[in-house]
């Protein structure tokens, strides 16, 4: 089992940049793929991107040379620094853990993010 609790979101303006956490407990930490989801408005939820425990990362192309997903094992966390943001870029941001048991199935509370003039 997982707990996971993410922050850092807010209102920014366009072209501007943030950076969220996801703080995680319980299990094994370090030997979980982790990633980052986001549901906008009227919006299924999509994948952004993941890290695979050992640093391997992936990105959705509409995000690509603007966030960079990174972990650190030692402190349980893991980071989306998110620049040069866009007005379609504002949802709700969630970290996720994928298990052995449940696969992606371990759930934060989601943090907003509102790009906006």
């Known amino acids: 089992q997982v707990q996971l609790v993410e922050s850092g979101g807010g209102l920014v303006q366009p072209g501007g940049s943030l950076r969220l956490s996801c703080a995680a407990s319980?299990?094994?930490?370090?030997?979980?793929?982790m990633g980052w989801y986001r549901q906008a408005p009227g919006k299924q939820r999509e994948l952004v991107a993941t890290?695979?425990?050992?640093?391997?990362?992936n990105y959705a192309d509409s995000v690509k040379g603007r966030f960079t997903i990174s972990r650190d094992n030692a402190k349980n966390m893991v980071y989306l620094q998110m620049n040069s943001l866009k007005p379609e870029d504002t949802a709700v941001y969630y970290c996720?853990?994928?298990?052995?048991?449940?696969?992606?199935?371990?759930w934060g509370q989601g943090t907003q993010v509102t790009v906006a003039s």
């Open positions: 996720n853990a994928r298990t052995l048991a449940t696969g992606w199935g371990n």
């Open positions: 319980g299990s094994i930490f370090s030997i979980y793929p």
């Open positions: 890290i695979t425990s050992g640093g391997t990362t």
